[in-house]
């Protein structure tokens, strides 16, 4: 079993949608949940971060954490086709002193206008 | 700032052939790594280092190697390519503590060995 499960779409949706990317986990150690935004031949960069379970918004985004069902989630509001990237959730936790991050497979998502 | 930069941005290789891929960061962040992007899948990491000096395995570190002589500078080298080794190479960089989980990526390096 991978430690991070990501359904990687492709996903298509229209312009002003609701859109709901999940992850699931198995390794109860991660402490930190982050969610990386990646345009076409790009780097990944940060998108969001969250530490607890529960709710975190930015603007149109919100990351969810449920601890106990191991499984995260980001929601992106009014979808724009500026939001049209590959998604990768990824998680943390120590280990011997170092930090690295474990990532998800990422979805492709496409907002159609 | 620059952040993080990489060399070349594209390269092909034939099986057997070696190369260096060059990482380098400007912002003083003690944590660097390597990954690899193979196509539809994440991030896979290849090494990671935490400071100069000080070199650790990642998840898939076979027919690859590292070296960390500054802070700024974390090269990859690739020794006797093979086409499993087509890939995306990507390095970033992070601060160490609470700042971890903000990885810093330079842009890529397309590789293909044939």
């Known amino acids: 079993q991978k430690e991070v499960e990501q359904d990687p779409g492709p996903l298509s949706v229209p312009e002003g949608a609701i859109v709901s990317l999940n992850c699931t986990y198995s390794?109860?150690?991660?402490?930190?949940f982050m969610w990386y935004r990646q345009y076409s031949r790009k780097g990944p960069e940060l998108l969001m971060y969250?530490?607890?379970?529960g709710n975190k918004e930015d603007g149109r985004f919100t990351a969810q954490v449920d601890k106990s069902s191991k499984y995260i989630s980001l929601f992106i509001r009014d979808s724009q086709p500026s939001d049209s990237a590959t998604y990768l959730c990824?998680?943390?936790?120590?280990?011997?002193?170092?930090?690295?991050?474990?990532f998800g497979q990422g979805t492709r998502l496409t907002i159609n206008p | 700032n620059a952040g993080v930069t990489q060399t070349p941005k594209f390269r092909i290789l034939k099986i057997g052939q070696s190369m260096t891929l060059q990482c380098a960061q400007d912002m003083n962040h003690n944590y660097m790594y390597w990954y690899r992007q193979d196509p539809g899948m994440g991030l896979k990491l290849i090494y990671y280092s935490v400071g100069a000096g000080i070199t650790d395995k990642g998840e898939v570190p076979n027919g690859y190697n590292v070296s960390r002589s500054t802070t700024e500078d974390f090269p990859l080298r690739l020794e006797l390519a093979a086409p499993s080794q087509t890939s995306v190479y990507f390095c970033?960089?992070?601060?160490?503590?609470?700042?971890?989980?903000?990885?810093?990526f330079g842009p890529g390096t397309r590789l293909t060995v044939t």
């Open positions: 970033a960089s992070s601060k160490p503590g609470q700042g971890h989980y903000e990885q810093y």
């Open positions: 990824a998680m943390s936790a120590s280990f011997q002193g170092a930090q690295k991050l474990v």
């Open positions: 390794n109860s150690a991660f402490q930190y």
């Open positions: 969250t530490y607890s379970s």
